[in-house]
């Protein structure tokens, strides 16, 4: 009985490492095999290092201001007896506004002008007389007195006339009429907005370290959200003396022409000053590059011999960079590329060093400094 169980137990550790055995050279076979595999190279798009010239720019935000804008007021209460103008219509300097009632001052203008005229002819006789020698000077000098004091009357009726007839102060575009007939007005109520559009301001900020790199005549580029992919050009016009002591930032005005009208007063501006100087880079797409906390890299395509008489293949090298200034789909490299060596343009994060690659730039992206993307 022990013997028949001492025989069944190295029967099963005999088959126990049988089955050990088997499974070592089966895993020994694939660990073979997994140093011997060599993955497909990637497929990737590249592109050269290549030298550029950039425009060297000052970027700020601004805002847009008329040349002359006033919101036309009534200089002196009384009633709208008519309103001569159309809300968003165009006037010349001059063009009659709005007119208050006036029947008072014109009832009493033919009085004044009554008085203005025997005034005169009083004065004419006395100064006849006195020539003469028949009127005495202080006789005289009442007449004289009495002329003025009239002239001063009349001309002091048809001032209230004419401040209560509102003219255009200049030409340009009236906004939204904020009276109506019969209104009345009290003095400094608003009547319409009045706004010269053609040509425009652009008012914006600058650090004061930018101080030395602008000055009147520079050339700026404007571009706003009311007109996409439109760039207006423009002339710094007027730098404002002092620095904001809270901000310590330079105030700026450049003036921009506006024939069509397109561009309004209290509007957003992004500005480009653009600088005399060129900047020298060497560019390579954004896209090529790997961001990474302690470096950031690229990896470039190197030509390697290829084994046993093989045509030569690409491997990836990855090189760590120091960028500069980004500028559209480019960034500029300072340091660690030459030029003309290619660099994958896509898939960065999940390319690895020494790696095989195929370059298709079939599906490549077109880069470009200043991109315009449809707004899907």
């Known amino acids: ?221 404007v571009t706003t959200d009311a007109l996409p992919g439109k760039a207006l050009e423009g002339k710094i016009t007027a730098i404002n003396p002092e620095v904001d002591s809270a901000t310590r930032n330079l105030r700026l005005q450049a003036t921009l022409s506006n024939p069509a009208e397109l561009l309004r007063p209290g509007m957003f501006a992004s500005v480009a000053v653009l600088l005399p100087e060129r900047i020298e880079v060497l560019a390579i797409p954004a896209t090529a590059v790997l961001y990474a906390p302690y470096s950031d890299s690229v990896f470039v395509i190197d030509e390697a011999p290829g084994n046993d008489g093989e045509e030569q293949k690409l491997v990836l090298r990855q090189q760590f960079v120091r960028l500069g200034e980004k500028r559209g789909d480019f960034v500029a490299v300072l340091s660690g590329l030459q030029e003309g060596e290619r660099v994958a343009t896509t898939g960065v994060f999940k390319l690895r060093n020494g790696q095989g690659v195929i370059i298709d730039n079939a599906l490549s992206p077109e880069f470009q400094l200043e991109p315009t993307p449809e707004n899907n």
């Open 1 to 221: 009985m022990i013997k028949r169980i001492l025989l069944t137990l190295l029967g099963l550790l005999l088959l126990a490492g049988l089955l050990a055995g088997i499974k070592a050279l089966q895993i020994g076979k694939m660990i073979g095999q997994g140093k011997g595999f060599v993955p497909p190279p990637e497929t990737v798009t590249a592109a050269a290092a290549r030298p550029d010239s950039w425009e060297s720019t000052l970027s700020a935000v601004g805002s847009l201001s008329a040349v002359q804008g006033v919101q036309v007021s009534a200089e002196l209460s009384g009633k709208v007896t008519q309103i001569a103008f159309q809300s968003g219509s165009r006037v010349r300097q001059g063009d009659l506004l709005l007119r208050q009632d006036t029947s008072t001052e014109e009832a009493q203008l033919p009085g004044a002008e009554a008085s203005l005229l025997l005034a005169r002819r009083n004065l004419e006789r006395a100064r006849r007389l006195l020539e003469e020698k028949v009127l005495s000077q202080a006789e005289f000098d009442t007449t004289d007195a009495a002329f003025k004091e009239a002239t001063a009357a009349a001309d002091n009726i048809r001032a209230l006339i004419a401040k209560k007839t509102v003219r255009a102060p200049f030409s340009g575009r009236l906004g939204i009429r904020l009276v109506d007939l019969g209104q009345i007005l009290k003095e400094g109520d608003g009547i319409v907005s009045l706004q010269s559009l053609d040509p425009i301001f652009v008012d914006f900020l600058l650090p004061q370290q930018q101080l030395s790199q602008v000055r009147t005549g520079l050339a700026v580029r």
